[in-house]
C-alpha cells in the first residue's frame, strides 16, 4: 500500500425532506447570501428550486439564481456566475442539482475571489489561493461531486473544445444534502448514465498496479457489487427509496477515493471518454458504457489475475483456474451485459459517433503530446485500436 | 435505509516515517503547546516518545508529557492530565498510542476547558460545551477511536468500577498519524486482540433490523474480508507491512461510522464485555471473542437469513438453501475457528473468569434497570444464557 493522506470533512445530511434544512444549515455557518446553481428545468418544475429558496428565506439568507447549467458544463456558465457573484456580494455558492450543477458551482466559488481567470486553474497556469465554500443539494448521483475534491469543465479554446478537471481542497463541499426521494424523478436512461459513471469512479482505481491493498480491493468490490445488485430496481421503479438511496450513497463512496487511497490509479477511460462527450455531447455514462470494455480487452494481458479477480469478485463468475484469461473475459462479457440490461449503449453506432472522427478523438486527447495511462501506458496505437473497438463492437 | 448525518472531518496521514512530521503539523494549525498522552513502557521503548517530542521541539511547539496511561484507561489518569494540561496551559493534547491512550487524550481535552467533571460527560449528567482538539499518532490499531467520535473511560464509583462511553462531536481527532511501522512491535497477542475488536465494531453494526442497506452490508463485509485475509499475515510475520497496513486502514474503517451509517446498530457484546474487562483486567478483544459466538447463538432464531448472509459472504460458507439455520450455525462456527486460529480465547476458562461471577457481572451490566439490545432486546435470562454459554463452552 503507498502513502497517502485523506480528508473528506464534507458534511452528509441524508434522508427524505432533508433539503428544507438548508436555510438553517447556510445559516448556521454564518453565511449570509448564497448564489444558487442550478440546471435545467427540472429543478425548477419540480417545485425543488421554490423549497429551496422558500427555506433560505425563512432562515434570512439572502440569494440570487443561476439557472441554466447543462450537461458537460461549459466556462461561459461559471464566468456568468463569477460576474453575478461578484457584483451582487455573495459569499457560499449552493449547487441544486447533479455534477454539472456542482462542478459549476465549484468552479464559480473558486473565481469570485480572485481577479484571475477562473480557467487558469483548470489548465494548470495558476493556482487557486482561496476559494468561497459550496453547498450541495443532490438530484443526480452519479459524478460524486458532492463528496469530492474534483471539477470538471470544458471551453472552446482556439476553435477546440478542452474538458479539464481539476483536483484540489477548495473543492471539496462544506455540506452535501442526499434524498434519496428527488432522485424519484430521474429517467431512467439517465439513471443508468449515472450507474455507469459510479462504476467507472470504482474501476480506474480498482485496475491497479500497487500491490498489497486488500482493504482498497474490498471496498471497491463493496460498491461495486452494491451498485449492481440495487440498479436494476431503481431502473424498474423510480420511486424504489431504497434503491435510491442505496445508489446515492454509493455514487458518493464511488468518487471520494475512499477506494483510491494508497494505489496507483488510472483514467485514462475518462479521458478517451471525455472526447466522445465533448464531441457529440453524448452523456458521459453513456461513453463510459462504450469505451470502458474495450479499454478492459486493451489491457487484459497487463495481468490477467486482476481481470479475473474483478470478474469472479464483482460479477460471480466462476474462476477458471486453468485458463485465468477466460475467466477475465467473462467478466468483460458480463460487464456489458449488465451495461446492456441497464439499457446502455456498447458501440460508436449506439450513441451516433462514427470511425471517420477517430483521428480527431487522438487529437482532441492529445496523444501525440503525452502518453495515456498508469495501469497500462498507452501509446497513439493502443488509444487508436480501443476507439476502433468501439467503433467496430457488434458488427463482427 | 434510515435518515442520518455522517461528518468525519478527521485529516489522516498514513504511511512510513510520518510521525516525523508531527510537530510541522500542530504548528501549521497553530497550536504553542501540546500535552503528549501515552501508556505504559514500549512508546519510550522503542523511541517513538524521543522522535515525537525531537518532531515538536524542532516545529517550536512546547510539550508536556502524561505517560502510564493503562488499558481500559482510568479515570484518574484523565483527572492527572487535566489538572496538569491547566496547570501548564496546554492547548492540544496528543495522544501516542492505541485506544486507551487517545480516549484519556480525548477525556482530557474535554476536561481542561471547564470546570465541570469530565466524567459527568460520561455519565449524561452534563453536556460538554467546548474541547480542545486532538491529534493522534497511532501504535495499536483496534479500537478504531483514531477516526470516531467516542471514547470509552472507566472509574471506580462508590466501590463498583463502571466503564462508560462517550460519542461526541468534540471527540473526532483532528489529525491522526498512522504509520504501519509503528505496529512491527505489537505482539501476536495483542495484534489478535486488536483484529477481534475491529471485527466487533462491524458486527456491532452489521446485525442489523433495519431493511434495505446493500450498500452498508457491502461495506461492512468489506472491511471484515479483509481484516480476516490479512490479520494471519500480520501475525505469522509481525513485520509485514502490507498485512500491517491493511489492518491499520481497516480498523479505522471499522469504527469511524461508515460500516453504521443509515442502520440501526446493537452493542450488546460490547456492552456485556466491558463487565469481562472491567472485573478481571482481560484484553477487550479477548473478551470480545469469548463472548461474541455465544451471543450469536442466542439470537440466531430472530434472523436466521442475516446470520447466513455473514456465514456466506464473509466465511464462505455453502448456503444450504434448504436449512438457512445451518449456514447460520456454520458461520459462528467458522467465526470461533477463525478466532481460534489467532490465538484467541473463547471461553471463561481461557481467560481466568468464573461461572460463580455471573450473578456479578449482571448487576454490574446494570440488567435489572434497563434491557440489553435492539437487534434482540435482551432480557436477564437472554443475558444470564450468554454468559453461562461463554462459562461452559468448551466443557460439553
Same mark, same amino acid.
Given at each position: 500500500?503507498?502513502?497517502?493522506?485523506?480528508?473528506?470533512?464534507?458534511?452528509?445530511?441524508?434522508g427524505?425532506?432533508?433539503e428544507?434544512?438548508?436555510?438553517?444549515?447556510?445559516?448556521?455557518?454564518?453565511y449570509r447570501?448564497?448564489?444558487?446553481?442550478?440546471? *435545467?428545468?427540472?429543478?425548477?418544475?419540480?417545485?425543488?428550486?421554490?423549497?429551496?429558496?422558500?427555506?433560505?428565506?425563512?432562515?434570512?439568507?439572502?440569494?440570487?439564481?443561476?439557472?441554466?447549467?447543462?450537461?458537460?458544463p461549459?466556462?461561459?456558465?461559471?464566468?456568468?456566475?463569477?460576474?453575478?457573484?461578484?457584483?451582487r456580494?455573495?459569499?457560499?455558492?449552493?449547487?441544486?442539482?447533479g455534477?454539472?450543477?456542482?462542478? *459549476?458551482?465549484?468552479?464559480?466559488?473558486?473565481?469570485?475571489?480572485?481577479?484571475?481567470?477562473?480557467?487558469?486553474?483548470?489548465?494548470?497556469?495558476?493556482?487557486p489561493?482561496?476559494?468561497?465554500?459550496?453547498?450541495?443539494i &443532490?438530484?443526480?448521483?452519479?459524478?460524486?461531486?458532492e463528496?469530492?475534491?474534483?471539477?470538471v469543465?470544458?471551453?472552446?479554446?482556439?476553435?477546440?473544445?478542452?474538458?479539464?478537471?481539476?483536483?484540489?481542497?477548495?473543492?471539496?463541499?462544506?455540506? #452535501? =444534502?442526499?434524498?434519496?426521494? $428527488?432522485?424519484? *424523478?430521474l429517467?431512467?436512461?439517465?439513471?443508468?448514465?449515472?450507474?455507469?459513471?459510479?462504476?467507472?469512479h470504482?474501476?480506474?482505481?480498482?485496475? *491497479?498496479?500497487? /500491490?498489497?491493498?486488500? =482493504?482498497?480491493?474490498?471496498t471497491?468490490?463493496a460498491?461495486? $457489487?452494491?451498485i449492481?445488485?440495487?440498479?436494476?430496481r431503481?431502473?424498474?421503479?423510480? #420511486?424504489?427509496?431504497?434503491?435510491?438511496?442505496?445508489?446515492?450513497?454509493?455514487?458518493?463512496?464511488?468518487?471520494?477515493?475512499?477506494?483510491?487511497?494508497? /494505489?496507483?490509479?488510472?483514467?485514462?477511460?475518462?479521458?478517451?471518454?471525455?472526447?466522445?462527450?465533448?464531441?457529440? %455531447?453524448?452523456?458521459?455514462?453513456?461513453?463510459?458504457?462504450?469505451?470502458?470494455?474495450?479499454w478492459?480487452?486493451?489491457?487484459?494481458?497487463?495481468d490477467?489475475?486482476?481481470?479475473?479477480?474483478?470478474?469472479?469478485?464483482?460479477?460471480?463468475?466462476?474462476?477458471?483456474?486453468?485458463?485465468?484469461?477466460?475467466?477475465? /473475459?467473462?467478466?468483460?462479457?458480463? &460487464?456489458?451485459? !449488465?451495461?446492456?440490461?441497464?439499457?446502455?449503449p456498447?458501440? !460508436?453506432?449506439?450513441?451516433?459517433?462514427? /470511425?471517420?472522427?477517430?483521428?480527431?478523438? &487522438?487529437?482532441?486527447l492529445?496523444?501525440?503530446?503525452?502518453?495515456?495511462?498508469? !495501469?497500462?501506458?498507452?501509446?497513439?496505437? %493502443?488509444?487508436?485500436? =480501443?476507439?476502433?473497438?468501439?467503433?467496430?463492437?457488434?458488427?463482427?
Open positions: 500500500m503507498d502513502s497517502f493522506e485523506f480528508c473528506r470533512p464534507t458534511r452528509y445530511i441524508f427524505q425532506g432533508e428544507r434544512s438548508v436555510g438553517r444549515i447556510v445559516s448556521e455557518y454564518g447570501h448564497a448564489l444558487v446553481v442550478y440546471g *435545467t428545468g427540472s429543478v425548477v418544475r419540480s417545485g425543488l428550486l421554490g423549497r429551496v429558496c422558500a427555506a433560505l428565506d425563512e432562515a434570512g439568507v439572502a440569494h440570487d439564481e443561476l439557472g441554466g447549467v447543462q450537461p458537460n461549459r466556462a461561459d456558465k461559471v464566468y456568468e456566475g463569477v460576474a453575478l457573484g461578484k457584483s456580494g455573495v459569499d457560499f455558492v449552493l449547487a441544486v442539482g455534477g454539472s450543477a456542482i462542478d *459549476t458551482a465549484k468552479a464559480i466559488a473558486l473565481g469570485i475571489p480572485t481577479d484571475t481567470d477562473f480557467f487558469d486553474f483548470y489548465l494548470g497556469l495558476a493556482q489561493q482561496k476559494a468561497l465554500r459550496t453547498g450541495v &443532490l438530484t443526480i448521483p452519479a459524478a460524486g461531486s463528496g469530492s475534491n474534483s471539477s469543465i470544458q471551453k472552446e479554446v482556439d476553435g477546440a473544445v478542452q474538458k479539464l478537471g481539476l483536483s484540489h481542497d477548495f473543492n471539496v463541499p462544506l455540506f #452535501s =444534502i442526499l434524498n434519496p426521494e $428527488l432522485t424519484f *424523478t429517467p431512467p436512461y439517465q439513471t443508468a448514465c449515472g450507474v455507469v459513471d459510479m462504476l467507472a470504482v474501476m480506474e482505481r480498482y485496475f *491497479t498496479n500497487t /500491490r498489497d491493498v486488500s =482493504i482498497t480491493d474490498r471497491c468490490e460498491v461495486m $457489487l452494491s449492481i445488485e440495487t440498479a436494476p431503481a431502473i424498474a421503479d423510480p #420511486s424504489d427509496y431504497g434503491a435510491r438511496a442505496n445508489l446515492m450513497w454509493a455514487g458518493m463512496l464511488a468518487h471520494n477515493n475512499l477506494c483510491g487511497v494508497g /494505489r496507483e490509479q488510472d483514467w485514462t477511460t475518462h479521458h478517451l471518454e471525455h472526447q466522445l462527450s465533448a464531441l457529440y %455531447d453524448v452523456a458521459h455514462g453513456a461513453g463510459l458504457a462504450v469505451l470502458f470494455p474495450c478492459m480487452e486493451r489491457v487484459i494481458n497487463h490477467v489475475m486482476r481481470l479475473a479477480q474483478f470478474a469472479v469478485r464483482v460479477f460471480n463468475v466462476p474462476m477458471d483456474f486453468a485458463d485465468p484469461g477466460r475467466t477475465a /473475459r467473462q467478466g468483460i462479457a458480463a &460487464l456489458r451485459a !449488465f451495461y446492456r440490461s441497464i439499457g446502455m456498447l458501440s !460508436f453506432r449506439d450513441i451516433g459517433a462514427r /470511425r471517420e472522427d477517430i483521428e480527431r478523438l &487522438l487529437a482532441m492529445g496523444i501525440d503530446r503525452h502518453p495515456e495511462g498508469h !495501469f497500462v501506458v498507452l501509446s497513439r496505437e %493502443d488509444c487508436e485500436a =480501443i476507439y476502433t473497438r468501439a467503433a467496430t463492437y457488434g458488427e463482427e
